[in-house]
């Protein structure tokens, strides 16, 4: 669903471990890598977008996770104009994405990434919870630190979780 001003409806997942690290999944095909994501349909929650979104791109259940909490509002970002299909109506010019902070409570064998009949990702990785802003695409950067320091009061009593890093070390930061 594109809204009147071009921004596509999506959800963006933050997959937490229990020692603080967070979930990333490479691109197939590419070197790029990110948080689960995916539009979100008409009719549709964004819950049972992101539920949906979590089986089909890592394979898990309702009950593999924890839900812990989700952004306030939506995050938007612009797509570079290379990415803009000037072509096809409605005109979409970047996402806004409600985004969800999940604990994972299952076992690691349980993540597939096959489980759609078009995969997204061809390989994962838990990273530490600040890495994915010094390697997601530069156009999506500012959404992911966004979203993450939304939720860094959710993981501050985590081990493995760097609570300095969310003022001081990030891009941009004063």
Not at 42 to 58: C, D, F, G, Q
Not at 121 to 126: G, I, K, Q, S
Not at 129 to 155: C, I, M, Q, T
Request: one cysteine or more; charged letters at 25%.
């Amino acid at each position: 669903m594109i809204d009147k001003y071009g921004f596509r409806s999506n959800v963006g997942i933050v997959l937490l471990n229990d020692r603080g690290q967070v979930f990333c999944g490479r691109r197939i095909g590419m070197s790029a890598w990110q948080f689960p994501q995916g539009g979100i349909n008409r009719n549709e929650s964004p819950e049972t977008a992101m539920y949906r979104e979590l089986k089909e791109e890592v394979g898990l259940e309702r009950e593999h996770v924890e839900l812990l909490g989700s952004t306030k509002g939506w995050l938007r970002y612009r797509l570079p104009k290379r990415y803009i299909r000037y072509n096809q109506q409605p005109l979409c010019i970047g996402q806004k994405q409600i985004w969800f902070l999940l604990k994972f409570c299952a076992d690691e064998a349980l993540l597939r990434l096959d489980s759609a009949e078009d995969p997204e990702f061809d390989a994962w990785r838990w990273v530490d919870y600040w890495d994915p802003l010094g390697f997601v695409v530069p156009f999506k950067r500012n959404v992911y630190e966004r979203a993450l320091h939304e939720f860094s009061d959710f993981v501050a009593g985590l081990a493995g979780f760097e609570s300095g890093a969310a003022t001081s070390d990030l891009p941009g930061s004063s």
